[in-house]
């Protein structure tokens, strides 16, 4: 027996709700190219983060950007993060099919995990990776808690003794 289902040409498109799903997780909950949907091709910066014991480890990826076009700065636990480039130079008369290098300012702020001692902070710049070592501030670092019997020493009570006479 065969069941005949009604003349749907666009059953195997996507349907709208496909596209807007691919469209957010693409561009904002996965962002792994550098441009987004900012509306003026607004690039992104994509960094690594981590922790270590005694300190935080930011590494950025900023291809084609030297030293000097590039800003750090932290202030109240925000890292920011700025590189500007110039826009590269057309070819009069030339023909593009594709232009994804901009010039322009990207910038990335991130909230740090920890409080950080910034006056010891350590910048590198290596083949387009610009490395950012931050050592926790010794308020952030973990402390050990000595663990008593549950005894007072003598010393102890002496000094409550004396507080309540």
């Known amino acids: ?7 749907r040409p666009l059953r195997d498109f996507m349907t709208l709700r496909d596209v807007v ?3 957010f997780d693409d561009n904002f909950v996965n962002p792994g190219s550098w441009y987004s949907l900012t509306g003026s091709g607004g690039r ?8 270590t014991k005694d300190e935080i480890v930011v590494r950025a990826h900023v291809p084609g950007v030297s030293p000097d076009e590039l800003e750090v700065n932290c202030q109240q636990g925000v890292l920011t993060l ?3 480039t110039k826009q590269p130079e057309g070819q009069e008369g030339a023909r593009w099919y594709v232009r994804e290098l901009g010039g322009g300012e990207v910038t990335r702020q991130i909230t740090l995990p920890r409080d950080i001692d910034v006056d010891q902070a350590t910048a590198n710049f290596e ?3 610009l490395t950012l070592t931050l050592p926790k501030s010794a308020s952030a ?5 000595t663990i008593g019997n549950g005894k007072q020493s003598e010393s ?7 507080s309540e006479g």
């Open 141 to 145: 670092k973990p402390r050990r808690i």
């Open 156 to 162: 102890q009570h002496q000094i409550a003794a004396q």
């Open 127 to 129: 083949n387009g990776v």
């Open 21 to 23: 799903d691919r469209l």
């Open 82 to 84: 700025r590189a500007t």
């Open 1 to 7: 027996m065969t069941v005949m289902t009604g003349f």
């Open 44 to 51: 992104y910066l994509p960094i690594d983060v981590y922790e």
